[in-house]
């Protein structure tokens, strides 16, 4: 079992900037993706963008050229640096881990999620 520990939510006004951070410990040797979701109030959880082991990432079409997905492999852990914000982002942020296969990714851990409000 993977354990994600997230951390970097917060308020912030349309235009500002947010970094969210993970944390990833456990059973590391299973995963070669990490990625977060997001979950805004009577929506369904997206998938905004992720990364694998080798740095091939992807993104949720309407985060293009805002957010940006880094890894630091050696200390397991994923950051999500949000830029140009907008109330639509937010919501609930959920980091997650699993692994990457030819054109989909697959993930089965999941962080506790953490709160990003950006007010307009």
């Known amino acids: 079992q993977v354990q994600l520990v997230e951390s970097g939510g917060g308020l912030v006004q349309a235009g500002g900037s947010l970094r969210l951070s993970c944390a990833a410990s456990g059973r590391i040797f299973s995963i070669n993706a990490m990625g977060w979701y997001r979950q805004a109030p009577g929506k369904q959880r997206e998938l905004v963008a992720a990364?694998?082991?080798?740095?091939?990432?992807s993104y949720l079409d309407s985060v293009k050229g805002r957010f940006t997905i880094s890894r630091d492999n050696a200390k397991n852990t994923v950051f999500l640096q949000m830029n140009s914000l907008k109330p639509e982002d937010t919501a609930v942020y959920y980091c997650?881990?699993?692994?990457?296969?030819?054109?989909?990714?697959?993930?089965?851990?999941w962080g506790q999620g953490t709160q990003v409000t950006v007010s307009s």
């Open positions: 997650s881990a699993g692994r990457v296969q030819p054109a989909r990714w697959i993930f089965d851990s």
């Open positions: 990364i694998s082991t080798d740095g091939i990432t």
